[in-house]
Structure formats: structure tokens, C-alpha cells
């Protein structure tokens, strides 16, 4: 099985701040990631796919990038409806493995 | 728009079963490829299974294999997850999901295997 992590574990932004999150693959999966952001008691909502394409309706603050084992999720301005949790997805081979996520909270 | 719409979650005893079922509407649910996903109380996501369009082709999970069958019903726009030899640590809210990757997921339903 291919092994996601993700760095940080958690952090601490204010808004207006640049975040940068990441995933890593345990081996090369070209770029078949994706990034979700999940709110308490609510579902997750896919921000990116391809590892660099935006979702439709997502704002243009949010980024990927990375190919094969490194990954990255960009929040250009954070604003106050981003602090949530963000997972990243492989899908390049089975079983599909999410990242362990990463808890963006207020400084 | 797309709605999935979860149900048949509950709580049962350690070795009983459930079916969930997902009702989707506002997408041609024939073309797309669905899956479950589950999430642990306080824990992070788990892919669960997937099944093919037609149903022809399905995957799931070690952890559940053997034990959980995902099937389809297209004419009935739903999809559905039978759960047999339930365990404790299959307690999570399940999300259904359509395509592959998942895109769009449905808002889920807590399944609790307790004594």
C-alpha cells in the first residue's frame, strides 16, 4: 500500500497569512492527488485535483502543485472560513490512502 | 446540483449487520464510479470500497474485505453498502462518494458497533 504523510500535523495562521501544506508519498504516484478541506460535522469538499487542477467554485487563493512523491496545498491569504481540516487523497493504485491531515486553526 | 443522500446507519452489536444505501440525484448517476469512505470518531478519513459505473468492477479495502459488498442499483439511482460481521472499530460516519476520485461526497451516516 502506498503511505501518505503530511507536515504539519497542525498549525496556527492568522488571517492574511500565506499557508503551505504538505503530503508525501511513499512511493511515485505521478499526480494522481487530491487536496479536501473538511469543517467540524460536515464532509469533506475536494479544493484540488490532478495535484494542480482548482475544483469548480473553489477560490483562486487556494494551489497545488508536485508530482510523483511531494506535494504541496497553498493558501495565498487565509480567510476565516479556511481554518479546517485538509487532507490529501491518492488514487494512482489501490487501496486508495488519505494523508493523516493537517488542522489549520486561529493564531 | 449533485446531492447524495446517506442512510441506514444505527447502532448494532459486535457481529451484526446494516445496509447502507445512497440516494443520489442531479447527476447522470449511471456514468459515475462511487465509492464509501469511513471516518473514525475523532480520526481521519479511510477509503473504503468502489465500484465501476456498470458495477462490473469493485475494490475494496482490506479491512473490510470479506465481510462488506458494495452493489448499485443505476435504474434506482443508489448506491449501497451491506456490512456483515460488523466489528467495533468499524464504528464511523460513512460517506458516500461519486467518481473516481471522489469529487462530490453526501453528508454520511454514523454507523456505532457497540454491546
Known amino acids: 500500500d502506498i503511505q501518505m504523510t503530511q507536515s504539519p500535523s497542525s498549525l496556527s495562521a492568522s488571517v492574511g497569512d500565506r499557508v503551505t501544506i504538505t503530503c508525501r508519498a511513499s512511493?511515485?504516484?505521478?499526480?494522481?492527488l487530491g487536496w479536501y478541506q473538511q469543517k467540524p460535522g460536515k464532509a469533506p469538499k475536494r479544493l484540488i485535483y490532478?495535484?494542480?487542477s482548482l475544483q469548480s467554485g473553489v477560490p483562486s487563493r487556494f494551489s497545488g502543485s508536485g508530482s510523483g512523491t511531494e506535494f504541496t496545498l497553498t493558501i495565498s491569504s487565509l480567510q476565516p472560513e479556511d481554518f479546517a481540516t485538509y487532507y490529501c487523497?491518492?488514487?494512482?493504485?489501490?487501496?486508495?490512502?488519505f494523508g493523516p491531515g493537517t488542522k489549520v486553526d486561529i493564531k | 446540483q449533485v446531492q447524495l443522500v446517506e442512510s441506514g446507519g444505527g447502532l448494532v452489536k459486535p457481529g451484526g449487520s446494516l445496509r447502507l444505501s445512497c440516494a443520489a440525484s442531479?447527476?447522470?448517476?449511471?456514468?459515475?464510479?462511487m465509492s464509501w469512505i469511513r471516518q473514525a470518531p475523532g480520526k481521519g478519513l479511510e477509503w473504503v470500497s468502489y465500484?465501476?459505473?456498470?458495477?462490473?468492477?469493485?475494490y475494496y479495502a482490506d479491512s473490510v474485505k470479506g465481510r462488506f459488498t458494495i452493489s448499485r442499483d443505476n435504474a434506482k439511482n443508489s448506491l449501497y453498502l451491506q456490512m456483515n460481521s460488523l466489528r467495533a472499530e468499524d464504528t464511523a460516519v460513512y460517506y458516500c462518494?461519486?467518481?473516481?476520485?471522489?469529487?462530490?461526497w453526501g453528508q454520511g451516516t454514523l454507523v456505532t458497533v457497540s454491546s
Open positions: 512511493q511515485g504516484i505521478r499526480n494522481d
Open positions: 487523497l491518492q488514487h494512482n493504485s489501490y487501496p486508495l490512502t
Open positions: 465500484i465501476s459505473s456498470s458495477g462490473s468492477t469493485i
Open positions: 462518494a461519486r467518481d473516481f476520485p471522489p469529487d462530490y
Open positions: 442531479g447527476f447522470t448517476f449511471s456514468d459515475y464510479y
Open positions: 490532478a495535484a494542480s
